[in-house]
């Protein structure tokens, strides 16, 4: 009985300084809970696309279109300036001004068909006003349109 208490006194000994031990190590070592970063290799359509940041004197806004929507989904711009959307989804998404299915809302404001992953579309506002756009691509597979954005143009100071 004594032989059996004395192993007993000896395995929780061991326990609690292998517990005790761990959680030293854990708590001594912050790289072991750092997240590691990750690296996104960008397609070559969307290097070039980022990398031509103007067009006609005009500033050009980027908004990228992922599988969550539109980001960022309000944008400010102003008069003359150029929106350029970047599909960095593996989906297929086709930006369009409202209402759905006509597109109306701003004549020409309409990517005209589906852009594959790393593809682009770019639009030159030239009125002001405040104009919904939305993904028409989801529409085309029978779901509901609930990615929506909505574009600012602003006329410039002095004009």
Request: net charge negative.
């Amino acid at each position: 009985m004594k032989k059996d208490l004395m192993y007993l006194f000896f395995l929780a000994v061991v326990v609690i300084l292998l517990w005790v031990g761990g959680y030293i190590f854990i708590m001594s070592s912050p790289t072991w809970f750092t997240p590691k970063p990750v690296i996104l290799s960008l397609p070559s359509s969307l290097d070039a696309a980022l990398s031509n940041p103007t067009e006609n004197s005009s500033q050009v806004h980027i908004v990228l279109i992922t599988k969550d929507g539109f980001s960022p989904k309000t944008t400010a711009i102003h008069v003359d300036d150029v929106v350029r959307w970047i599909n960095i989804d593996t989906g297929y998404h086709w930006p369009a001004s409202d209402p759905h299915p006509t597109h109306t809302a701003l004549a020409g404001f309409d990517a005209s068909g589906n852009l594959a992953s790393g593809e682009t579309y770019s639009y030159q506002f030239e009125q002001p006003g405040y104009f919904v756009y939305h993904d028409h691509a989801p529409a085309l597979a029978g779901e509901e349109l609930i990615p929506i954005g909505l574009i600012e143009v602003l006329v410039p100071d002095g004009q």
